[in-house]
């Protein structure tokens, strides 16, 4: 199994809707990442975990709060967003990142996010 | 933090060569990544450099030196399929990788 797979694949909410997107991998990967990406734009980096543990905040608004309740499964809750938080959230894994290994990014298809 | 310049947009003709440029400015780097992204869809890995040279896979070649802070990438014998954007990511210690604006390449026949 070499997928990484986040639900839901298109999420509308509303300014004062709390919701969450939701991703799973089973590659054994200890790291994994959130990153945002709005149309025509690379990938931004908001959060990382390594070994379940938060280990880079890109200083991301505290309206998304991530959380890794397991090796294998990571959350991002949102609240109170605004509509320029609309963007697709791409989840990423990456094998043991305290070898020297590549450290390649296996992402999931994404969350289409449309806040209104 | 970051900087991570190469070209917005490429066109090249289907089975012809083309060459994409990458140039970075970054402190802790550790290996940079070259990614495929077709639209409306996730970025896949292409290829990882850490020591300079040349890493050939297939039809896809990546190139890296450090010291220019310089990478590019190499498509032969170029497919329709390949139409896509080529994104330069740099990896900085063992956790953060960041990514260049892409470069949006459209093979024509």
């Known amino acids: 199994d070499t997928e990484v797979t986040q639900t839901p694949k298109h999420l509308v909410m509303g300014m004062t809707n709390k919701k969450s997107l939701k991703c799973e991998q089973h590659?054994?990967?200890?790291?994994m990442y959130w990153y945002k990406q709005k149309a025509k734009k690379p990938p931004e980096l908001m959060f990382v975990?390594?070994?379940?543990?938060?280990?880079i905040n890109e200083s991301v608004p505290s309206r998304f709060s991530p959380e890794c309740p397991n090796s294998s499964l990571l959350n991002l809750h949102l609240h109170a967003l605004q509509p320029e938080d609309s963007a697709l959230y791409l989840c990423?894994?990456?094998?043991?990142?305290?070898?020297?290994?590549?450290?390649?990014?296996?992402f999931g298809e994404g969350s289409r996010l449309t806040v209104l | 933090g970051q900087n991570i310049d190469q070209p917005t947009e490429m066109t090249a003709t289907e089975g012809a060569i083309v060459q994409i440029n990458c140039t970075y400015q970054?402190?802790?780097?550790?290996?940079l990544f070259w990614y495929q992204q077709h639209a409306g869809e996730a970025p896949t890995f292409l290829s990882y450099?850490?020591?300079?040279g040349l890493e050939e896979k297939g039809r896809f070649s990546s190139f890296l030196s450090r010291s220019k802070g310089y990478s590019y990438l190499l498509l032969k014998e170029l497919q329709m399929k390949d139409s896509a954007s080529y994104l330069c990511?740099?990896?900085?210690?063992?956790?953060?990788?960041?990514f260049g604006i892409g470069t949006k390449l459209q093979v024509i026949p």
């Open positions: 970054t402190s802790g780097f550790n290996g």
């Open positions: 450099n850490v020591l300079d």
């Open positions: 990511a740099v990896r900085v210690g063992y956790q953060k990788v960041t």
């Open positions: 975990y390594s070994y379940e543990k938060l280990s």
């Open positions: 990423a894994s990456s094998q043991d990142l305290q070898l020297a290994d590549t450290g390649e990014l296996f």
């Open positions: 590659m054994g990967h200890r790291a």
